[in-house]
């Protein structure tokens, strides 16, 4: 009985701790370690598909595969290399996150402008490819990206270990956390002092998460300027956003102020999404990112963008 009780306490101080860890999207050990076995597995399944596809009897394969291989997965693999054969690299987005991606007059690909966009742009145009964006909503970019209607998602999205469970990520371009825009009379100085006041997000990213985690009541919004507008209306006392993202709303409204708690959002890194086991094209984009932070282009890129008035 004691032991028993000794054992319950010890995991429910583990637990704890765990989701202290794991408050704001911040990877830990033991579940990173959990999911990157998962993915490896997973990899290697369709990494098995891609070569058996690759030697052209579809048919043949199923059949040899048909334990194995998830229907899903094969449909997902022809989808991808098909649209990269065709020359078109075509990137999923959700351009209401400035200075990673917005819609402009004159945008680097079509009306699409931002870090992000000219960074794509640029993988394709590297590899001989040219880019395309399908804009949706930020909810929709993995099942779009599982689905095979786009090749990759480039969206200023944070690597979390859910999120890759679904897809294969990049090494990260960008790192950023949480932070919370008040205005700028708030006695909000800590992200405890949120408790009893009233809190907005956007629906679906990260944001959501750590606010939720910590427990907090919320309301979420579609974009991040309706939860802006919410604020310089009065109507909620605090927005929690991705920091780049924070200071573009703070420039283009009068009268917030950025909050920053460190102790309470971990850092977080953007990466480019690719569906499971597309190594062909996460070593492409891989290459290219690793290019692009050594030569100082991303951040060359990010000073651009941060800089300039929309
Ligand atoms: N970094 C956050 C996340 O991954 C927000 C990303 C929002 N991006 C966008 N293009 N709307 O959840």
Do not use: H, W
């Not at 579940?31 to 990494?47: I, P, S, V």
């Not at 909810?139 to 779009?144: G, P």
């Not at 573009?248 to 102790?263: A, M, S």
């Amino acid at each position: 009985m004691k032991k028993t009780a000794k054992v319950l306490a010890l995991l429910l101080s583990m637990a704890m701790t765990m989701s202290a860890l794991t408050a704001c999207g911040n990877d830990t050990a033991a579940t990173d370690t959990q999911a990157d076995a998962a993915a490896d597995t997973e990899a290697a399944d369709t990494q098995t598909d891609a070569a058996d596809t690759e030697a052209a009897d579809t048919q043949t394969d199923a059949a040899a595969d048909a334990e194995a291989a998830d229907a899903e997965t094969d449909a997902a693999d022809t989808g991808a290399v098909a649209t990269i054969q065709d020359g078109v690299l075509t990137f999923g987005t959700n351009p209401e996150f400035p200075p990673f991606e917005f819609v402009a007059a004159n945008g680097v690909i079509d009306q699409y402008d931002g870090i992000d966009m000219a960074i794509a742009k640029q993988i394709a145009e590297e590899n001989g490819m040219t880019a395309a964006i399908e804009s949706m909503e930020f909810d929709s970019l993995l099942i779009a990206l599982q689905n095979g209607q786009i090749d990759a998602v480039i969206a200023g999205m944070t690597v979390t270990d859910e999120r890759k469970e679904a897809v294969d990520f990049s090494v990260p371009y960008y790192t950023a956390t949480q932070v919370m825009i008040v205005k700028e009379d708030s006695d909000i100085a800590k992200a405890s002092d949120m408790a009893d006041k009233k809190i907005c997000v956007v629906q679906g990213y990260t944001g959501e998460t750590c606010v939720s985690d910590m427990g907090y009541d919320y309301e979420a919004f579609k974009k991040g300027t309706e939860a802006v507008l919410e604020l310089v209306n009065g109507k909620c006392d605090v927005v929690v956003i991705d920091s780049a993202t924070a200071q573009k709303y703070v420039d283009d409204n009068e009268g917030l102020k950025i909050v920053e708690d460190p102790d309470a959002f971990d850092s977080e890194e953007y990466a480019i999404a690719v569906q499971k086991g597309n190594t062909q094209l996460l070593d492409m984009i891989n290459s290219a990112i690793e290019a692009k932070l050594a030569d100082g282009t991303i951040s060359a890129l990010s000073a651009q963008y941060l800089d300039a008035e929309e």
